[in-house]
Structures are given as C-alpha cells and as structure tokens.
C-alpha cells in the first residue's frame, strides 16, 4: 500500500451487498492487490465472493471494485493476490523486481524467474505492519464499534463516505 492508497476489503453477500470489513491489501498493479495477513491465509483456504474500496486521498479517488477472482500462488499458497473486474485508477506501489542484465548480451532484459518475483512480492508484504494483536481486537470489540469490522481497525474509506453523507 503506497502512503497515498488504501485499499480495503469487504465480503459481498449472497444477494450482492457488500458486506463486513474483512482485512485490507496493497495494490500492487491497478488490476492486482495483494492481501495482508490474517486475512491471506483464510482466503488462501477459502476463497469467496470480494469488493474492494480503494481511496487515494490526495488525488480525490474513491473507487468500490468488485473482485474478479482470488488468486493464490501455487508455490507460495502466503502469497493471495485479488484480481480486479475493473482497473483502478488510484496509484499502485508496484512490485520492486531488479531487472539483472545478461552476462552473454543476448537479451537486453532477461525476464525474473518465479523466484524473484516471488521474492519481491514477500518484499512489499513484509513492509506492511503487523496486524493488532488479539487483545487489542477484543478491547476493540469491546469498546462498541460498529457491527462487520470483526475487532480489527482499519481504516475504511466507505465508513468514511456513508459517514460524510449522514449514514453513521
């Protein structure tokens, strides 16, 4: 997630309404996020029905996007990227792949193996905090905040917009 793009991420019901808080990502390209832990793994499980609400604050986008496909990476199941039915338009923090020069200087750039993508990709994840510890989601919980954010804060830009049109 660059300092300028959030990108949250909520269940969609079965008749299409979005539904609770599930976690957040980074958006890596406009069309992929990768998703932060916990909610990694339990999509790795069990992928369901997604929206995402991406917000860029400094250049006025809110956008909600519906998720075209969960994609875990087969030799990496840690690594769960979400695939967008649209683009998004806010700015992406992108995947940091060094691209190397061939010895032989047959191909002016070789492509990454799967490895270093794989790599670059645990990369921009072990940049993202650590999610709160269960103590802090239950002294959340406790503390009344609204029914479907499960006791974890994060910051919630469709909150933010029902909250500016009166909508709590």
């Known amino acids: 997630m660059t300092r300028q793009t959030l990108v949250v991420v909520y269940a969609v019901g079965e008749a299409g309404a979005t539904g609770e808080l ?3 990502a980074t958006l890596l390209e406009p069309e992929f996020a990768l998703v932060h832990p916990p909610l990694d793994r339990a999509l790795a499980d069990r992928p369901r029905a997604l929206r ?6 400094e250049r006025d986008i ?11 990476v087969p030799k990496a199941p840690d690594l769960v990227l979400l695939e967008f039915a649209v683009a ?8 940091p792949i060094v691209m ?9 750039f070789p492509e990454p193996t ?4 794989v ?7 072990a940049e993202v905090p650590p999610p709160p510890d269960i103590q802090l989601a239950e002294a959340i919980a406790e503390a009344g905040l609204p029914p479907g954010l499960g006791g974890i804060p994060v910051d919630d830009p469709i909150r933010f917009i029902r909250r500016l049109f009166g909508g709590g």
Request: charged fraction near 20%.
């Open 22 to 24: 599930l976690g957040a």
């Open 52 to 57: 995402v609400g991406v917000s860029a604050a």
């Open 62 to 72: 809110a956008e909600v996007i519906d998720v075209a496909q969960v994609r875990v």
């Open 88 to 95: 998004s338009s806010a700015p992406v923090r992108g995947v």
């Open 100 to 108: 190397r020069d061939d010895p032989l200087g047959l191909e002016p």
């Open 114 to 117: 799967n490895a270093e993508i």
């Open 119 to 125: 790599a670059a990709v645990r990369a921009v994840l």
